[in-house]
């Protein structure tokens, strides 16, 4: 069995979408998910399973459309994945409030895209991710989720530096290492 890190995205955001995460440990428990564990209430997820990745999204994305009628995007990644997008954070992590990582559903050529008036905002396109790094405050931000995914035509799923640490934190406890 592997551990993986699961994200849904749209999960409870803006009274949109409510799935209470006991309601999710069970379907996901169903559907022959092991180990499973939820964390905070915007989709995050940590399980086991010997199914692939590819495979893993779509009984998870199934699963949720047949049990709560929600079509949800379903992003993963491996301990080994994650543990790679965290050591390499390029902008500084001193002020954690202003650091964010952006999951992307598929990998994408593009490293730029025109965006105006991001003052000293940052962002670095790496494959299947992009590091988010924004002084002026995500509430001020031109760099959003919904504009990465617009521009790349990907679908996409944001967190913060402090939900992507627990998040492998707690894959790593559930591996044992």
Known sequence: M???IVLLRGINVSGKNKLPMADLRELLSKLNFQNVQTYIQSGNI???SDKTKKQICAIIKEGIHTRFGY???VIIRTIAEWKKVIATYPFPTNNTKIVAF???NQKTSETKIEVKGIKDDE???DNDMIYIYCPSGFAN???SNNM???K???TATTRNYNTTLKLLELAKDLAGF
């Open 148 to 150: 990465f995914e617009r």
């Open 123 to 125: 962002y670095l396109i």
């Open 141 to 143: 931000t031109k760099i």
């Open 46 to 48: 940590i399980l086991e």
């Open 102 to 104: 952006v999951f992307l």
């Open 71 to 73: 079509d949800v995007p």
């Open 152 to 154: 790349l035509k990907v």
């Open 2 to 4: 592997k551990t993986y």
